[in-house]
């Protein structure tokens, strides 16, 4: 893919994306505009299918959508209603802990910024971007396995590592296209540019792509 390819590429998943299902997420984002509820809805995500964060989210919400009322909630009260989200038992106590600091480090507000953000456990570079760019539409680039491998496997960056790909992302990326990248490129992902055979054959952004490491596609 040759650099100026990007600007035709976002304006193709741009038409394409609505036959997809958005992700989790970015639903919840829409509906509430809360980064509270966006941080914590992204938590659950991790390593957890759409249906069972979205399922999850909905019965933790109904108890709590506020740090000071989460923070109330007995940890095993948590763990009933995200389960079976990945490591439910884990990240009820993170919950729990994250809605303890923002009162009483923050006075119950998420802080808008990368740096404060990673303070908090279990919060990594992808779910402190996502409450950044979601929850106050400021500039940052949510890089999950989708984003890392299609980039890649555009040839548009050459990278090994999510984290690596954020930081050449942030360089190379136009910024107008930051914040909708990894919303359009996630679902691009689930269902045309897959990990293993992915659907060439289907795919409208052929043209531009360097299908780096496909050995096989369908």
């Known amino acids: ?12 998943l741009r038409r394409e994306v609505g036959r997809w299902k958005e992700p989790v997420v970015g639903v919840l984002a829409k509906a509430s505009r809360d980064p509270f509820q966006i941080l914590i809805a992204t938590i659950l995500s991790l390593r957890t299918r759409d249906r069972t964060t979205a399922e999850a989210s909905e019965r933790l919400f109904r108890l709590a959508t506020t740090p000071a009322a989460m923070r109330r909630l007995p940890v095993r009260q948590i763990e009933r209603a995200i389960y079976p989200v990945g490591f439910y038992r884990t990240k009820a106590r993170q919950i729990r802990e994250i809605a303890r600091e923002l009162q009483e480090r923050y006075r119950g507000q998420v802080p808008d910024d990368m740096a404060a953000l990673l303070t908090f456990k279990g919060v990594g570079r992808k779910t402190a971007n996502l409450v950044v760019t979601l929850g106050f539409q400021k500039p940052g680039i949510c890089v999950d396995i989708h984003v890392h491998r299609i980039s890649n496997r555009w040839g548009y960056i050459q990278t090994r590592s999510p984290a690596d790909s954020e930081q050449s992302l942030r360089k190379k990326l136009p910024k107008p296209y930051w914040i909708e990248y990894n919303d359009l490129l996630v679902p691009f992902g689930q269902n045309i540019c897959t990990p293993i055979s992915p659907r ?6 052929i043209r531009y792509c360097s299908r780096v490491g496909v050995t096989s596609s369908r």
Do not use: F, Q, Y
Request: glycine share 0%; with cysteine.
């Open 200 to 205: 060439c054959s289907e795919c409208k952004l």
């Open 1 to 12: 893919m040759n650099d100026r390819d990007i600007h035709a590429c976002i304006r193709l």
